[in-house]
Each structure stands twice: as C-alpha cells, then as structure tokens.
C-alpha cells in the first residue's frame, strides 16, 4: 500500500513540489530518513535509487540527480522491492515528460501526472 509520495527539488524537503499526506502525519521517524536520505543524495553519499526499512514502512527513492530531482514513495513493508522501483521510474518519465517546468511546476498540473500513474502492486490486485 501506498503510505506517501513526495517529489522534492533540490535539497528542499520543508516545500515538496508533491506531498501526499502531509509529511507530518507519517509514523514516527518516516520523514526523519526522508530528509536524511535527501541530504545524503545532495551530498552524493547515497545511491541515486535504492531503499531502506523504518518500522513497518519502505522508503524507496529514484533521483536524477542532473536535475535535483528526489521522487519519495512509502509503502507498507509488504511491496515488492522491484515493484516500488518500477512505480518511481515510471512515475520519473511521466513528470519530465508531461511537466513544463520541471523544477517549479504547476502543483496542480503535478497532482494530476501522479494520480496518472497506478502502482503496479495496485494493478496487481484486480
């Protein structure tokens, strides 16, 4: 499941371009890694894709990094690894595909490319 989805430019996490819920009502400590994990990508100490367990969450990230650009997903602990993977790929060329401004875009027209994108696990359940 699908816990949260943030897409964040540079190094600013207090303003994502995307977030959804609200970075403060995630479970204790899930926007803390958000946040370390955005400066670790900035400071070039993390890969450019990867994850990491906070409880009973994933923190999955996909940077391109060229364009300081962070796309965050959370899900449940259940998720397939590749599945998240393929879901912020996908959801990585659809923003730089369908946004104007790819570093101060229009926030509605960003909500509108992400609702575009179905999780594949989400797919899965049909």
Do not use: H
Request: with cysteine; glycine share 6%.
């Amino acid at each position: 499941m699908l816990l949260g989805l943030y897409i964040i430019v540079d190094d600013d996490v207090e303003d994502p371009v995307y977030a959804e819920p609200n970075p403060a009502d995630l479970d204790d400590g899930v926007w803390e890694k958000v946040c370390e994990t955005v400066e670790a990508l900035i400071d070039g100490d993390a890969d450019a894709r990867g994850s990491t367990s906070v409880g009973e969450a994933v923190v999955a990230w996909r940077a391109m990094v060229k364009l300081g650009l962070t796309f965050v997903a959370v899900v449940s602990d259940d998720v397939k690894v590749s599945q998240i993977d393929a879901y912020l790929t996908k959801l990585a060329k659809r923003y730089v595909d369908e946004v104007d401004e790819l570093r101060t875009p229009d926030r509605g027209g960003v909500a509108d490319v992400v609702l575009d994108v179905v999780p594949p696990w989400e797919d899965d359940d049909d």
